[in-house]
T-cell receptor, first 113, second 112 residues
Framework: GENVEQHPSTLSVQEGDSAVIKCTYS??????FPWYKQELGKRPQLIID?????GEKKDQRIAVTLNKTAKHFSLHITETQPEDSAVYFC????????????FGAGTRLFVKA | SQTIHQWPATLVQPVGSPLSLECTVE??????LYWYRQAAGRGLQLLFY??????ISSEVPQNLSASRPQDRQFILSSKKLLLSDSGFYLC???????????FGPGTRLTVL
């Protein structure tokens, strides 16, 4: 089945700097890659997603890139702000995997003011 | 608009006691439904998912079970809780397999 690896587990950046979180997946049939943000004690919420037919997607300060050949995708946050501090999860969904979304272990991002 | 409810919000139960967590979705029909468990400071572990009434797929062997008695109702149960069952239980739904999952507010379970 699908396996998603996420790095780093913890990331600390200065306010205004960029943050990059990387994920790899194992199932080449995976075609949907969402990113979720979870603030402390809250539910995860989707911040951006990308499908396998595109290589990059951007939404204001966040962007996601996908390399299907290498089976990895990354989240880029520019001009980080203290409110970006949270746990970020990548995920992958494969139609051959019973349509279940497999999540990475998460990255705890700290943005220092 | 669609909403998802979970209850209770918090629960403290003794080891060996039964468990029933409920999740309901409003504003959509025939959603895919999911149960996840999140241990403290950890990731999301998929426990069960359902693509229709009475259709349950189990991901991890454990002492938990799930049922979907109605289209928009998903129940997580246990006959005898273990200490290792403690965690944050999240229900989620999606309208199609390739779409965003929407999470409920979660139930924080502590087994003592």
């Amino acid at each position: 089945g699908e396996n998603v690896e996420q790095h780093p587990s913890t990331l600390s950046v200065q306010e205004g700097d960029s943050a990059v979180i990387k994920c790899t997946y194992s199932d080449s049939a995976s075609n949907y890659f969402p990113w979720y943000k979870q603030e402390l004690g809250k539910r995860p919420q989707l911040i951006i997603d990308i499908r396998s037919n595109v290589g990059e997607k951007k939404d204001q300060r966040i962007a996601v890139t996908l390399n299907k050949t290498a089976k990895h995708f990354s989240l880029h946050i520019t001009e980080t702000q203290p409110e970006d501090s949270a746990v970020y999860f990548c995920a992958a969904l494969s139609p051959t995997g019973g349509f279940k979304t497999i999540f990475g272990a998460g990255t705890r991002l700290f943005v220092k003011a | 608009s669609q909403t998802i409810h979970q209850w209770p919000a918090t629960l403290v139960q003794p080891v060996g006691s039964p468990l029933s967590l409920e999740c309901t979705v409003e504003g959509t029909s025939n959603p895919n439904l999911y149960w996840y468990r999140q241990a403290a400071g950890r990731g999301l572990q998929l426990l069960f998912y359902s693509v229709g009434i009475g259709q349950i797929s189990s991901e991890v062997p454990q002492n938990l079970s799930a049922s979907r008695p109605q289209d928009r109702q998903f129940i997580l149960s246990s006959k005898k809780l273990l200490l290792s069952d403690s965690g944050f239980y999240l229900c989620a739904w999606s309208v199609a397999e390739n779409n965003e999952q929407f999470f409920g507010p979660g139930t924080r379970l502590t087994v003592l």
